[in-house]
C-alpha cells in the first residue's frame, strides 16, 4: 500500500510539472535526452515524450528496494497508463544484470508495464 502511494505521488508529481510548465509565463529547462532500448530492442529516446507525463524509473531484478516498488509501479501503470508514460530501465551491465535475467524476472512477477 505504501509503495502504491508513493508510485501515485510520483505520477501527479510528473502531471503537475507537466501542466506547471506549459503555462506561458515559467521558463522551462529541457531534460538531456537519454536513450534507451525497449524489450523488443528498439530505440527509445526520452525527448520523443517531450511535453507528455513521463515516470522514469531505473531498475534490476537483483534491486530490493526496486523489487518492492514493481508492484506499486505496475498498480499505477494499469489505471493510468493511457495518460502517463511509463520508461521502465533495467540496469543491465552484462554480468549482474542482463536482459535476459531482467526480462525473465519481469516475465515471472507477471509485470504489465512497458
Known amino acids: 500500500m ?28 529541457e531534460f538531456p535526452n537519454i536513450t534507451v532500448f525497449d524489450k523488443d530492442g528498439n530505440v527509445v ?27 506499486a509501479f505496475d498498480e499505477v501503470y494499469k489505471e493510468v497508463g493511457n495518460d502517463v508514460y511509463f520508461v521502465m530501465v533495467d540496469m543491465t551491465d ?8 531482467g526480462s525473465a524476472y519481469i516475465e515471472k512477477m507477471g509485470y504489465s508495464f512497458p
Do not use: H
Open 45 to 71: 529516446n526520452l525527448t520523443d515524450f517531450r511535453g507528455k507525463p513521463v515516470v522514469l524509473n531505473f531498475w534490476a531484478s537483483w534491486c530490493g528496494p526496486c523489487k518492492n516498488e514493481m508492484p
Open 94 to 101: 552484462g554480468v549482474r544484470e542482463t536482459v535476459e535475467s
Open 2 to 29: 505504501k509503495n502504491r502511494i508513493i508510485a501515485t505521488f510520483i505520477v501527479l508529481i510528473f502531471a503537475l510539472a507537466s501542466v506547471y510548465a506549459s503555462s506561458a509565463d515559467v521558463q522551462t529547462v
